[in-house]
């Protein structure tokens, strides 16, 4: 059976100086994070080149993009909220755009790798708590402090917060990167059944049928899974990004 | 120095280690998302979205222009129709207003105009009256006289003799009056 973690090894396609200890090579993960840039930033910028009153088709796409993003901050995050389209606009389409590469076969997923999605995790952490910080200054903790909350269980409420705040990078890019990668395998595990099964001749084929089908199913679902998983982590940021707006409950 | 084969893994790679976990290839792979995460976010904040952003402003203006325009339109147009209508019940009212003044004009010069007529008739008929009476009298006169000739004649023709002209008038009058009684 081909290995179903096989398709998660990182290769260094151009070698290239180390910095220090640190390799910086051009492997496939950093082609894929590059096709993945490019192809947003291309398509965004072809598409709106004729800046058509009324939109084409890829315009309207690009637009609808836009419009998209623009409304999940303002629904979660108030108008404020828009300070941050460029970098909510930028997360969104990074990993839609990279998990829908993934899902061509034989290509690279680049947010299997929980490094990626923890680095782009704790970019929003920090952005929360900086601008927190500097916006609110000490009434930030007030995000801790649920209002109306009993004194005698305060301080309980105030530990269990504080938590919840600091585990925030961790649910937020182990939910991206977890989906990616089961979905994945799970691809890969059931494709190999099909390859496996119709080595045993007439029976064998038969046999496989069931988990073709399947395949056929995951497939659907993994590019669901794709869009949704590039939407929550999106959502997920916008709400974050109003808890260091409107610190209070 | 990495391999080129197909298979080769980062270099120092360990078999064995599951690949996402292998905390050899972080620094590639941090290094990347840095430099196209970047390079994306500044085109997208410097370029993409203000340029999207402005193509759907600009719609918007162009919609609420023309929604706009078209409400100013709607406006000149129901003025133009109270004006029409202002103008029409205005027409109405003078062409009903200059009906009457002819009408009444006509009346009274039909009615002088009769008057005057009937005032005409009226000497005409006073005059033809008159002559009629004058006429009348004339005749009945004429009738006596011819009336006295022919008593006479009829008198001389079966006596022989002419009576005195006075005694038949006398009893030509006699007669007439007592047949006219």
Same mark, same amino acid.
């Given at each position: 059976m081909a290995d179903p973690i096989h398709q998660f090894e990182? @290769?260094?396609?151009?070698?290239?100086?180390?910095? $220090?200890?640190?390799?910086? +090579?051009?492997?496939? *993960?950093?082609?894929f994070m590059i096709a993945t840039t490019v192809i947003i930033i291309g398509f965004l910028l072809l598409s709106t080149t004729s800046r058509a009153m009324v939109p084409g088709r890829? #315009? *309207?796409?690009? &637009?609808? *993009?836009?419009? =998209?993003?623009?409304n999940t901050i303002q629904s979660t995050a108030g108008r404020e909220g828009m300070r941050f389209f460029p970098l909510v606009f930028s997360l969104f389409t990074f990993i839609l755009v990279a998990n829908l590469i993934g899902m061509i076969p034989g290509a690279f997923t680049v947010t299997s790798h929980i490094i990626i999605t923890?680095?782009?995790?704790?970019?929003? =952490?920090?952005?929360?708590?900086?601008?927190?910080?500097? !916006?609110?200054?000490? @009434?930030?903790?007030k995000l801790f402090v649920p209002s109306g909350v009993p004194i005698y269980?305060?301080?309980?409420?105030?530990?269990?917060?504080?938590? +919840?705040?600091? +585990?925030?990078?961790? +649910?937020?890019?182990?939910?991206?990167?977890?989906?990616?990668?089961? $979905?994945?395998?799970? %691809?890969k595990v059931f494709a190999s059944f099909i390859v496996m099964l119709s080595g045993f001749g007439f029976a064998g084929w038969?046999?496989?049928?069931?988990?073709?089908?399947?395949?056929?199913?995951?497939?659907?679902?993994?590019?669901?899974?794709?869009f949704l998983q590039a939407y929550v982590f999106t959502i997920l940021t916008c709400i974050y990004l109003n808890d260091a707006i409107h610190p209070g409950h | 120095?990495? &391999?080129?084969?197909?298979?080769? &893994?980062?270099?120092?790679?360990?078999?064995?280690?599951?690949?996402?976990?292998? @905390?050899?290839?972080?620094?590639? #792979?941090?290094?990347? %998302?840095?430099?196209? =995460?970047?390079?994306?976010?500044?085109?997208?904040? !410097?370029?993409?979205?203000?340029?999207?952003?402005?193509?759907?402003? &600009?719609r918007r203006g162009h919609i609420d222009g023309a929604i706009a325009e078209a409400e100013r339109f709607k406006r000149d147009s129901e003025a133009a129709v109270a004006a029409y209508e202002k103008a029409l019940a205005e027409a109405? $009212? !003078?062409?009903?207003?200059?009906? $009457?003044?002819?009408?009444?004009?006509?009346?009274?010069?039909?009615?002088?105009?009769? @008057?005057?007529?009937?005032? #005409?008739?009226?000497e005409k008929l006073a005059a033809a009256e008159t002559t009629i009476a004058d006429t009348k009298a004339k005749a009945m006169a004429n009738v006596e006289a011819i009336a006295t000739e022919a008593a006479s004649a009829i008198v001389e023709k079966l006596i022989g003799k002419t009576p005195s002209s006075d005694a038949v008038r006398a009893a030509v009058a006699d007669a007439t009056r007592g047949g006219r009684a």
């Open positions: 990182i @290769k260094t396609l151009v070698p290239l100086a180390n910095i $220090g200890p640190a390799d910086i +090579s051009i492997t496939n *993960s950093a082609a890829l #315009q *309207s796409v690009a &637009e609808m *993009s836009y419009e =998209f993003v623009a923890v680095a782009l995790a704790l970019l929003v =952490f920090a952005t929360v708590v900086i601008y927190g910080f500097w !916006k609110n200054g000490f @009434k930030f903790f269980i305060l301080p309980l409420i105030v530990m269990i917060e504080v938590m +919840s705040f600091l +585990s925030r990078p961790v +649910s937020h890019s182990v939910r991206l990167f977890a989906n990616m990668l089961a $979905g994945h395998i799970t %691809l038969l046999g496989a049928a069931l988990p073709l089908a399947l395949v056929v199913a995951l497939t659907a679902l993994e590019f669901l899974v794709a | 120095m990495a &391999e080129t084969t197909a298979h080769t &893994e980062v270099p120092g790679g360990h078999k064995g280690v599951f690949p996402p976990f292998n @905390k050899e290839t972080f620094p590639t #792979q941090l290094t990347w %998302l840095g430099i196209t =995460f970047i390079l994306l976010y500044v085109m997208m904040a !410097k370029v993409a979205l203000p340029r999207i952003g402005s193509i759907l402003e &600009e109405r $009212g !003078k062409a009903h207003a200059i009906a $009457g003044a002819t009408r009444d004009k006509l009346n009274a010069e039909a009615d002088e105009r009769r @008057k005057a007529i009937e005032a #005409q008739l009226a």
